[in-house]
Nanobody
Framework: VQLVESGGGLVQPGGSLRLSCAAS????????MSWYRQAPGKEREWVARISTAGGIKNYADSVKGRFTISRDNAKNTVDLQMNSLKPEDTAVYYCKPVGPDYWGQGTQVTVSS
C-alpha cells in the first residue's frame, strides 16, 4: 500500500493550496477517504472525508466553508482544495482510507506572512 501526498508549501494568510494524494495497493474506489492534519505539538486531527463515489462530504468545523475534498476514482487520487488559509492551518497533512491503518508520509503546509 502506498499513499503519497503532495502539494504542500508555504503560503501567506488568505492564500490557497491544493493538496493531492495518490493511492495504490488497495481498491481505492471501495473506500471512503479522509484527510487528517497534525500541527506541531498537537494531536493528529481529522479534517475532511469523502464517500466512495464522492457524493457525501464531511468537514471539521474548523475548515468548513474553506476546504473542499474531491476524488478521482479513475486516477486513484483524492484532493483537498484549501482556500482562505489561516496560520492555524499550519500542519502536516495526510490522506487515509477510512478503516485500514494506512498512512503516507504527509505534506507540510505552512501559512505565514
Amino acid at each position: 500500500v502506498q499513499l503519497v501526498e503532495s502539494g504542500g508549501g508555504l503560503v501567506q494568510p488568505g492564500g490557497s493550496l491544493r493538496l493531492s494524494c495518490a493511492a495504490s495497493g488497495f481498491t481505492f474506489s471501495q473506500y471512503f477517504m479522509s484527510w487528517y492534519r497534525q500541527a506541531p505539538g498537537k494531536e493528529r486531527e481529522w479534517v475532511a472525508r469523502i464517500s466512495t463515489a464522492g457524493g457525501i462530504k464531511n468537514y471539521a468545523d474548523s475548515v468548513k466553508g474553506r476546504f473542499t475534498i474531491s476524488r478521482d476514482n479513475a486516477k486513484n487520487t483524492v484532493d483537498l482544495q484549501m482556500n482562505s488559509l489561516k496560520p492555524e492551518d499550519t500542519a502536516v497533512y495526510y490522506c487515509k482510507p477510512v478503516g485500514p491503518d494506512y498512512w503516507g508520509q504527509g505534506t507540510q503546509v505552512t501559512v505565514s506572512s
